[in-house]
T-cell receptor, first 115, second 116 residues
């Protein structure tokens, strides 16, 4: 079975600075997808960024980018120019191409933005 | 286009009762997945329905069941409630089943179930 580990329960960053959230995963499959989801307090979970395992190029979405190291099974999220609205729980998630087990989530990282 | 809706948003039940939660997917989406979110276990996959058929199932007891209707709306049922079933139940919809890269899952606001 696949596992996703987020080793940072909580991170804090000053507004306008850059922060990196860590995620490692374990799988025996070669074709899969990785995701970062954001869950603001009392609000819906939304997709921040996705990465396809067969693509070597790291995904970017505006201020959000990932560092995908397939051999190391590492998938970190970098948030540049942090904003107050970035404060939320961030979940790293995995899904195989077949998706038989749905999304497998990490425990999450609580991101605090200091004004 | 309206997002994923879940009803009710909050629910209080007592042990031994049963409960039914509802999820309406985004128009045009045919797949609905259910997840349980608790502080201790985090987010865990319950099951996925596509075209009225259960396609995938997580590691939950048989007390947890679901179904999907022809309009893609889905219901989840938990029988003989236990204290440990207290959780936020999230529903997610997507165009089709499976983990394809463009098959993004859109989440609803969740139903907060409290079992007393």
């Amino acid at each position: 079975a696949q596992t996703v580990t987020q080793s940072q329960p909580e991170m804090s960053v000053q507004e306008a600075e850059t922060v990196t959230l860590s995620c490692t995963y374990d799988t025996s499959e070669s074709d899969y997808y990785l995701f970062w989801y954001k869950q603001p307090p009392s609000r819906q979970m939304i997709l921040v960024i996705r990465q396809e395992a067969y693509k070597q190029q790291n995904a970017t979405e505006n201020r959000f980018s990932v560092n995908f190291q397939k051999a190391a099974k590492s998938f970190s999220l970098k948030i540049s120019d942090s904003q107050l609205g970035d404060a939320a729980m961030y979940f790293c998630a995995y899904r195989s191409r077949g998706g038989a087990d749905g999304l497998t989530f990490g425990k999450g990282t609580h991101l605090i933005i200091q004004p | 286009k309206a997002g994923v809706t879940q009803t009710p948003r909050y629910l209080i039940k007592t042990r031994g009762q049963q409960v039914t939660l509802s999820c309406s997917p985004i128009s045009g989406h045919r797949s609905v997945s259910w997840y349980q979110q608790t502080p201790g276990q985090g987010l865990q996959f319950l099951f996925e329905y596509f075209s009225e058929t259960q396609r995938n199932k997580g590691n939950f007891p048989g007390r947890f069941s679901g179904r999907q209707f022809s309009n893609s709306r889905s219901e989840m049922n938990v029988s003989t409630l236990e204290l440990g079933d207290s959780a936020l139940y999230l529903c997610a919809s997507s165009l089709v089943s499976g983990g394809g890269g463009n098959n993004e899952q859109f989440f609803g606001p969740g139903t907060r179930l409290t079992v007393l």
